[in-house]
């Protein structure tokens, strides 16, 4: 028998509490031994749980148990449980957690403080969809040419409701977290941060890739206006949030924004609070993984699986993929150096020669446009809605501050890029 320990029994904590109990048969058949939750921890005593386990409010009474060999982390935060998950995997006692932020941070320090103690976390990315296994096991024989991720259902859920319903942001924003699917602090989730940590993580399997969110380039869908909801739809695009990894001459762009994707593409018809996942090997081509992301029995699903493949095999595999370091690995791409083609939403005053001043700006940068509608915005402007060719982020960077600089524009002007 092994015995577990939860830290943080809350609505996940509780589902795998309750699929341990609903599944022992078969859980206990995979398995080999049977997988026992014998105690948890929580901040609050008197709040009711539906649990049968002994419950503490101090993590010492897991931590310094020595008859606990496996300690879930469901905790949420970063220091705190880093100090927590430090000291199980110090007392030699394998360690599971869906902890996606405490990941993107000290992902690669917990790798070596846990040498040779299991320690998984399937449920941090794309909740019960197994998408560290397939990068970690399944794809091992492939160079990773690109991952694309819908990694943040919140975010899908309210794109879907906006282009498909025209609800607009402050309503379904409300309605997404009265549904339980957005982070105690949705800023998380509408500002990428949630999907950028999940990115991370992914990158790290991919790549052998050390970076910290403050390296990527992430933008969230707060300013998403109805306009380029209208854009979108005219040019037969769909607008999700994505996690994109993309692999070119040696460098790797880690970055996740608001995306234009033609609806032609599978992952365009991802809706609602689904995720999915895009991963193109070098040898394999392009896998794609598809499931919900978040939610007390999917997360558990994965907190669960993991328990039994430490049962199973103990350490099998190395946690972030990799027994050695790569000999010649990629870079990650500078933030100005991604290139991707791009929306531009730009305000302006509707006179003669603005129009060709902007394209001027444009075409001194290299930037060619492929697409422009103009939408009368009030009596005397009208918004420019373009798409152009593939360019460089620095480049259209500037072009954007050239056209502030010289007064083009009156409001700033709003970017998105597009992936096809
Ligand atoms: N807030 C996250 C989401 C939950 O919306 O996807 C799962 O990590």
Same mark, same amino acid.
């Given at each position: 028998m092994l015995k577990i320990g939860i830290i943080g029994v809350g609505t996940v904590g509780q589902s795998v509490c309750q699929i341990l109990e609903d599944n022992k048969d078969i859980i206990t058949a995979r398995a080999g031994?049977?997988?026992?939750?014998v105690s948890g921890v929580v901040n609050n005593l008197s709040k009711k749980r539906d649990v049968s386990i002994k419950l503490s409010d101090n993590v010492d009474d897991i931590?310094?148990?020595?008859?606990?060999?496996?300690?879930?982390?469901?905790?949420?935060?970063?220091?705190?449980?880093?100090?927590?998950?430090?000291?199980?995997?110090?007392?030699?006692?394998?360690v599971v957690t869906a902890n996606k932020a405490l990941l993107a941070y000290h992902r690669y320090e917990l790798q070596d403080i846990a040498g040779e103690t299991p320690?998984?976390?399937?449920?941090?990315? /794309?909740?019960?969809?197994?998408? %560290?296994? =397939?990068?970690? *096991?399944?794809?091992?024989?492939?160079? +990773?040419?690109? $991952?694309k991720g819908i990694i943040n259902g919140t975010c899908n859920y309210m794109l879907d409701k906006m282009i498909n319903e025209d609800i607009p942001y402050d309503v379904i924003l409300k309605e997404a977290q009265d549904l339980g699917?957005?982070?105690?602090?949705?800023?998380?989730?509408?500002?990428?941060?949630?999907?950028?940590?999940?990115?991370?993580?992914? /990158?790290?399997?991919?790549?052998? %890739?050390? =970076?910290?969110? *403050?390296?990527?380039?992430?933008?969230? +869908?707060?300013? $998403?206006?109805?306009?380029?909801?209208?854009?979108?739809?005219?040019?037969?695009?769909?607008?999700?949030?994505?996690?994109?990894?993309?692999?070119?001459?040696?460098?790797?762009?880690?970055?996740?924004?608001?995306?234009?994707?033609?609806?032609?593409?599978?992952?365009?018809?991802?809706?609602?609070?689904?995720?999915?996942?895009?991963?193109?090997?070098?040898?394999?081509?392009e896998t794609l993984y598809y499931g919900a992301g978040a939610g007390g029995d999917v997360t558990a699903s994965a907190v669960v699986a993991n328990i039994i493949d430490i049962a199973r095999k103990g350490k099998g595999s190395p946690m972030l993929g990799f027994k050695k370091p790569?000999?010649?690995?990629?870079?990650?791409?500078?933030?100005?150096?991604?290139?991707?083609?791009?929306?531009?939403?730009?305000?302006?005053?509707?006179?003669?020669?603005?129009?060709?001043?902007?394209?001027?700006?444009?075409?001194?940068?290299n930037i060619s446009i492929k697409n422009m509608v103009q939408k009368p915005y009030d009596e005397n402007s009208a918004n420019l809605l373009l798409s152009t060719h593939t360019c460089n982020e620095k480049d259209i960077k500037e072009a954007l501050e050239v056209f502030k600089k010289e007064n083009l524009v009156l409001s700033t002007p709003a970017m998105i890029r597009i992936e096809e």
């Open positions: 031994v049977e997988l026992v939750p931590l310094d148990d020595d008859s606990i060999d496996i300690v879930v982390e469901l905790m949420g935060g970063v220091e705190i449980p880093y100090a927590v998950v430090k000291k199980a995997l110090e007392k030699g006692k394998a320690f998984e976390f399937e449920a941090a990315v /794309a909740g019960g969809i197994p998408i %560290i296994t =397939a990068l970690r *096991e399944g794809l091992g024989a492939n160079h +990773i040419e690109s $991952i699917y957005a982070e105690a602090d949705p800023e998380f989730d509408v500002g990428g941060y949630d999907a950028a940590h999940k990115l991370l993580i992914l /990158a790290s399997i991919a790549y052998g %890739i050390d =970076a910290k969110p *403050e390296d990527i380039l992430i933008e969230g +869908i707060q300013n $998403i206006a109805p306009a380029d909801i209208s854009f979108a739809k005219e040019f037969d695009y769909s607008l999700k949030l994505l996690g994109i990894a993309k692999t070119r001459d040696g460098i790797v762009e880690l970055r996740v924004h608001p995306v234009l994707i033609p609806n032609k593409e599978m992952i365009a018809k991802v809706d609602g609070v689904m995720n999915a996942v895009s991963v193109v090997g070098d040898k394999v081509g790569l000999e010649v690995g990629l870079k990650l791409a500078a933030k100005g150096d991604i290139q991707t083609k791009y929306y531009l939403r730009l305000h302006v005053e509707d006179k003669a020669g603005v129009l060709s001043k902007l394209t001027m700006i444009l075409g001194d940068k």
